[in-house]
T-cell receptor
Framework: KQEVTQIPAALSVPEGENLVLNCSFT??????LQWFRQDPGKGLTSLLL?????REQTSGRLNASLDKSSGRSTLYIAASQPGDSATYLCAVREGGSEKLVFGKGMKLTVNP | NAGVTQTPKFQVLKTGQSMTLQCAQDMNHEYMSWYRQDPGMGLRLIHY???????DQGEVPNGYNVSRSTTEDFPLRLLSAAPSQTSVYFC?????????????FGQGTRLTVV
């Protein structure tokens, strides 16, 4: 059974720091991996999608990498801002099934 | 472009009542799914559909029914609500379940069963 883990569960940093958020998964047979952002009381907003054949994707200050063989992905946030405060979730699309399996998320607080 | 629309946003039910959570998407997506989000449990898949007329169970299907009569709509029915079904429910869609597909989520339905 695919399991997705995000450690730590919470992180508090001062504004301006460069951040690395980690995501690990147990089964490397995936179609893709997606990073989401969730603000309190809101839905999930897609940040980046990495296909299984790709190594990384970039959008603005965000960069996500994927190492499928080791079952790891990282989300890099450059020059963090208070507006980046949210819960970040990663999810993998299992190969051979139709399912998106989520980690439990990491709550990020960026302090001014 | 509305994306994925869920209604209602909030609902309070009494134990034993039934209701339907609505989900509609306007992106002509084949794949639709329902998740529930609970503190400490993350998002768990309830039911999913790979196209009109095709549905299947996810991780936590008990107490819920779905049907998919059109590409656009994927309602979730609670047959007899229980306090354990108090949760936030999210509907998601994607063009396909395969490669190159990004999942889009609705804003959620907050359900309280008393």
């Amino acid at each position: 059974k695919q399991e997705v883990t995000q450690i730590p569960a919470a992180l508090s940093v001062p504004e301006g720091e460069n951040l690395v958020l980690n995501c690990s998964f147990t089964d490397s047979a995936i179609y893709n991996l997606q990073w989401f952002r969730q603000d309190p009381g809101k839905g999930l907003t897609s940040l980046l999608l990495i296909q299984s054949s790709q190594r990384e994707q970039t959008s603005g200050r965000l960069n996500a990498s994927l190492d499928k063989s080791s079952g790891r992905s990282t989300l890099y946030i450059a020059a963090s801002q208070p507006g980046d405060s949210a819960t970040y979730l990663c999810a993998v699309r299992e190969g051979g099934s139709e399912k998106l399996v989520f980690g439990k998320g990491m709550k990020l607080t960026v302090n001014p | 472009n509305a994306g994925v629309t869920q209604t209602p946003k909030f609902q309070v039910l009494k134990t034993g009542q039934s209701m339907t959570l609505q989900c509609a998407q306007d992106m002509n997506h084949e794949y639709m799914s329902w998740y529930r989000q609970d503190p400490g449990m993350g998002l768990r898949l309830i039911h999913y559909s790979v196209g009109a007329g095709i549905t299947d169970q996810g991780e936590v299907p008990n107490g819920y029914n779905v049907s998919r009569s059109t590409t656009e709509d994927f309602p979730l029915r609670l047959l007899s609500a229980a306090p354990s079904q108090t949760s936030v429910y999210f509907c998601a869609s994607s063009y396909s379940s395969r490669v190159y597909t990004e999942a889009f989520f609705g804003q959620g339905t907050r359900l309280t069963v008393v």
